[in-house]
């Protein structure tokens, strides 16, 4: 009913930079909470960076001033600035979206993920 589609993911040398996009789609009436999670092999997911519909931002210690996050609302689209990357960024990221349908019921959908691979 709604469908998240992650796209940016790749391989990166330390110290660069990719852009993650996160496009939602199906019976959306509104959008709340959006975020960007990633698991790495053997750990368990963790939340990177969350952010309102009102823009209000959170970040995980380990990507503050490095990670931005940001969002379209008219196209309810998310991004995922990523700066200075390090190895241990290395996992599949995956996009979070929770809001309302147009059926008036909650909705909290995720994506199939995107691999993001830093090494040298």
């Known amino acids: 009913q709604v469908q998240l589609v992650e796209s940016g993911g790749g391989l990166v040398q330390p110290g660069g930079s990719l852009r993650l996009s996160c496009a939602a789609s199906g019976i959306i009436f509104s959008i709340n909470a959006m975020g960007w999670y990633r698991q790495a092999p053997g750990k368990q997911r963790e939340l990177v960076a969350g952010?309102?519909?009102?823009?209000?931002?959170n970040y995980a210690d380990s990507v503050k001033d490095r990670f931005t996050i940001s969002r379209d609302n008219a196209k309810n689209t998310v991004y995922l600035q990523m700066n200075s990357l390090k190895p241990e960024d290395t996992a599949v990221y995956y996009c979070?979206?929770?809001?309302?349908?147009?059926?008036?019921?909650?909705?909290?959908?995720w994506g199939q993920g995107t691999q993001v691979t830093v090494s040298s």
């Open positions: 952010i309102t519909r009102g823009g209000s931002t």
């Open positions: 979070n979206a929770a809001g309302t349908t147009t059926w008036n019921m909650p909705f909290d959908s």
